[in-house]
């Protein structure tokens, strides 16, 4: 059975950041292109970050220099590192995972909201 598991999100502070986890099981993570997606209440879902096999990242313009996807294939888990936090990025934060023979699971997601 596939799972990916959120973590870490919560309500922060403009300007404030925050570390989101997602820890897959039941596949070879490895092989995998994972993403993040968010969610804003009304909007669709957008591609936010979003890291290939061979650790190669690409972001959102919106969050380019504020966020960092990184990838630990021993623990089989991605990390989105979100700092300079606004408004904006408030939404519920969803694991992606892509694989071989166009196969894809999504996370139950993360609720992520900026405020003061």
Known sequence: ???LVESGGG???????LRLSCAASG???SLYNMGWYRQAPGKQRELVAVITT???SN???SVKGRFTISRDNGK???YL???SLKPDDTGAYFCNAKGPFAVEYWGQGTQVTVSS
């Open 59 to 61: 972001y959102a313009d």
């Open 27 to 29: 596949i070879v993570f």
């Open 54 to 56: 061979r650790s190669s």
């Open 11 to 17: 309500l922060v502070q403009p300007g404030g950041s």
């Open 81 to 83: 590192q979100m700092n």
């Open 1 to 3: 059975q596939v799972q």
């Open 76 to 78: 089989n888990t991605v």
